[in-house]
């Protein structure tokens, strides 16, 4: 997201939605009818609540606690700096530098986006943890917007340095820099997560005075009009506001999220046709995010069309082996794989936040193994991947460039889009291990964790070390003898699966990427043992067959290449735009000779858990371990083989 341009071209909780109704105008732009009020398909699952899941000791719990830290040291009067002064009011502090201040990201106008991710992460945190603190942040944040929009007497509540004629100026069709909607997105999902997860009030009084002014400013556009201001990256505004409908019943709000959702993505996607070579990749997921959660309250079919072939067609032909996409920002065609596939700036890691986002949706209403598959690919080699383990930081992009390191934000001077969804995607490691209907548990992630089912008084605790050992113990605590049926997943990447009840074997299945059921009724102390197997694998680009990733289950393996020529903290920064720039000193990666097939063979564990060790050309060796366990040093994660 470093160079914003303007181009033609969460879901992640689920409710029993309401009919929808106004689809002439999605009629006319898609060329088929569509009846004016279909009915919203109810969601086959729901996830757990955050506080009803407990993360035991493990890597994602780490991850948390880190961003916990993180959080909890940024000042909330140096984030809403630029918003009070906006509304005519002193500043209590100065702001964050980077994106939220620096001159040379002026143009970008991503001034205050910070403050939406930020009141979201503090939403989520307090929601998974109780911590009282975080939703003390959500109160006073909104507070002070509330006290912005006394002040000047709107709805409006922004800190772009022009203020509010920024967005006044894109209303009119006139010609701006930067992406005002995208940012105010976030002010608005940052309020709305305030609302529906910690009961802010304040923060419902914000978001509906804001929703209120978007609203009644856009209200003279023409469709036309409209679609031509869409052209301008504008982050997820259509899920947002097909939430604020859910939330209120005000079909003002229906309709402004169909107004956001642009016609130019959404009709050659609904038709199963791929037009995305050239688009910035963040700008079109959240869009699809959206078109997905118009089709839950809407029920109208080209929407939920759209979202599910951009899903399969990003994830099967446009996913790198780590579940990311993309270089320098934008989707390239998949015939030139070999040309981008090296690059510093490959899989911006805001692409993998809501990739995941768009994952979980479709999840929930048709749980098949696949996506729960993706997900946790994504989830391992791209979010958990995108943290220090040391100082919490996160990644902009985690490209292939072999012998590259990953480069971190800076705690205060970078504030890049992928810092903040990064304070969000390590606050809700909790929102997708598990899901239910009414008589089925459902267990997508192996994560050392608790999950409470109130409603069947039962609680199950999941114990592992996965991925270092491809096992996991289910147990079961319950009241009373229940029947229930449980669901454990069989992913794509393990040849058999075999459990047992309470040491016995119960079943195998020798038929990966389904979910296994077993149905009975269940004991106070019954225990679950699910087996997989774990395997070297690889995978090559399309028509790119001296090209490849080497993996051990759904983990990517990374060649750990050392830190020669690299001082200590050179791998924290400030500006992502310098990305492949930085540490750009010579470096000659080890080269692995013969077809991928004959080297995945020859990768042999070293006797450390998850470590792995392969030859190369020349005698020596290379140390092969899990992608997101690099830091602070050389990778590779893609090779380009020599014939042998």
């Known amino acids: 997201m ?40 109810a969601p086959r699952l729901a996830p757990f609540d955050m506080r009803d899941v407990e993360l035991l000791d493990g890597p994602f719990l780490h991850a948390q606690r880190r961003t916990e830290a993180y959080l909890l040291s940024l000042e909330p009067d140096r984030l809403l700096s630029a918003f009070r002064t906006n509304s005519g009011l002193a500043p209590k502090a100065p702001p964050y530098g980077g994106w939220e201040s620096e001159a040379i990201w002026a143009d970008i106008n991503c001034h205050g986006h910070t403050l939406g991710h930020y009141l979201s992460a503090c939403a989520l945190m307090h929601r998974s943890t109780a911590d009282v603190r975080f939703k003390q942040r959500v109160d006073y944040i909104a507070g002070e917007l509330a006290a912005c929009q006394a002040a000047s007497g709107s709805g409006l509540v922004c800190a772009f340095p022009k203020g509010p004629a920024l967005v006044e100026a894109h209303i009119r069709g006139e010609k701006i820099t930067g992406v005002p909607w995208y940012t105010l997105h976030k002010v608005f999902a940052g309020l709305r997560d305030g609302w529906e997860l910690t009961d802010s009030q304040t923060c419902r009084q914000v978001l509906l005075a804001l929703a209120d002014w978007t609203t009644a400013a856009t209200a003279p556009l023409s469709d036309a009009q409209f679609e031509t201001m869409l052209e301008t990256e504008h982050g997820g505004m259509n899920e947002v506001f097909a939430d604020l409908y859910v939330l209120t019943g005000e079909v003002r709000y229906r309709t402004m999220a169909e107004r956001f959702s642009q ?150 001077d970078s504030f890049w889009c992928c810092t903040g969804t990064g304070m969000e995607n390590h606050a809700k490691y909790r929102d997708s291990i598990y899901f239910h209907d009414d008589r089925a548990l459902y267990v997508n992630l192996f994560i050392p964790s608790k999950v409470s089912w109130k409603a069947h008084g039962a609680t199950l605790t999941q114990t592992t070390s996965f991925p270092e050992s491809a096992t996991t113990t289910l147990s079961w605590s319950l009241a009373r003898p229940t029947a229930l049926t449980l669901k ?44 997989l197997e774990m395997r070297t694998g690889f995978e090559t680009g399309p028509g790119a067959r001296d090209i490849a990733a080497f993996t051990h289950g759904p983990l990517v393996l990374a060649g750990a290449l050392g830190t020669e020529g690299l001082a200590p903290g050179a791998d924290i920064v400030v500006n992502e735009r310098l990305y492949g720039k930085y540490n750009d000193g010579p470096f000659a990666p080890p080269t692995l000779a013969g077809d991928a097939a004959s080297v995945a063979a020859r990768i042999r564990p070293s006797g450390t858990p998850l470590e792995f060790r392969v030859a190369t050309k020349g005698g020596g060796e290379v140390r092969l371990v899990p992608y997101h366990r690099i830091a602070h040093e050389r990778y590779a994660t893609y090779w380009r083989l020599e014939r042998s």
């Not at 470093?2 to 879901?11: F, I, P, W």
């Not at 929808?20 to 898609?30: H, P, T």
């Not at 911006?348 to 946790?376: G, I, V």
């Not at 074997?505 to 990966?512: D, E, F, G």
């Open 2 to 41: 470093a160079n914003r341009v303007s181009e033609v071209g969460s879901g992640w909780r689920r409710r029993d939605l309401i009919a929808g109704a106004g689809a002439a105008a999605l009629a006319g732009v898609l060329g088929s009818p569509v009846r004016a009020a279909e009915t919203a398909p």
């Open 263 to 412: 016609k130019a993505l959404l009709s050659p996607l609904s038709r199963a046709r791929d037009t995305l070579d050239g688009m910035h990749a963040n700008t079109q997921i959240p869009k699809v995010v959206g078109f997905r959660r118009v089709y839950e309250v809407t029920g109208q079919a080209p929407y939920n069309d759209a979202a599910t072939f951009f899903w399969k067609t990003v994830t099967r032909t446009r996913s790198f082996a780590t579940g990311g996409t993309g270089d320098g920002e934008h989707f390239f065609p998949t015939a030139e794989f070999d040309k981008h596939v090296f690059s510093a700036k490959g899989s911006e890691t805001c692409c993998q936040h809501n990739m995941l986002k768009l994952t979980r949706a479709l999840f929930a209403e048709d749980p098949r193994a696949e996506y729960a598959d993706y997900y946790e690919r994504g989830l391992y080699n791209g979010i958990l991947a995108s943290q220090d383990p040391d100082s919490g930081m996160v990644t902009y992009f985690q490209g292939a460039r072999p012998g590259y390191m990953k480069l971190y934000c800076t705690p205060t």
């Open 488 to 531: 454990l997943r069989h992913p794509g990447w393990s040849p058999s699966a075999t459990v047992l009840v309470n040491g016995r074997a119960a079943l195998r299945s020798t038929s990966p990427g389904r979910f296994l059921e077993i149905a009975r009724t269940w004991k106070d102390g019954d225990r679950v043992e699910l087996r």
